[in-house]
């Protein structure tokens, strides 16, 4: 079983998608950063830095759930977590400040902006070339479905209104329809589910078009 998000969610079991996708949204938008970057202007740099900051928002807040909930809760019910983890990077500071670096960028001194939006990508990659091999296996085969998905509703209750307008269309931009509708089956309600495809995803679309036509340049 394929143990990365690096060509997508396929190899993995359905009931972690959820999580997975977070990572492929994470490897998608460095992407996206690296290639716009170059094309950012101060006329043009304003609904980038917007973008940006409510991306950077939702990967610290990924952050935070794996130190304080996700991690906790595998120490305490996985007997060997702990020692798998000393292999983790724990390089959170390091990516969230390469992002802080972006931002400061885009928000005034834009043409370091490529060369911050490059690093951006390469930590993430990096980082999570490191993460995935280790905590993947643990959710598969360490613990049941319901165990894993006990977890993440801790997790996903910790997002707030704001947090979650942005989370649920973002983690589906560019998902197939079947992948994204049985990732949100496991894990998102019925009704989240409909404003997530309505309202919400015309939204998201709108804050994400600038940076989409940039990067085609």
Known sequence: MTMSTENGVGGLPVHIHGFALMHVAMRRDARRIAKAAPHVTRANAAPVASWFDQLREV????????????FPALRQRVADFAEKEKGLAHDHTELDQSMLEVSKALHGDVPAAPAAAEKFENILLEHLKVEEPIVFPVFVDDLTRQQYLDIENQVMRSAGPGMRAFLFPWLFDGVDKRTA????????????????????????????APVVDLGRR
Do not use: F
């Open 59 to 70: 990967i610290e807040w990924h952050h935070r759930t794996e130190d304080d909930v996700l």
């Open 181 to 208: 509708a049985a990732a949100a089956a496991v894990s998102i309600p019925p009704p989240v589910r409909l404003i997530g495809n309505t309202v919400l995803t015309w939204r998201y679309e709108r804050m994400i």
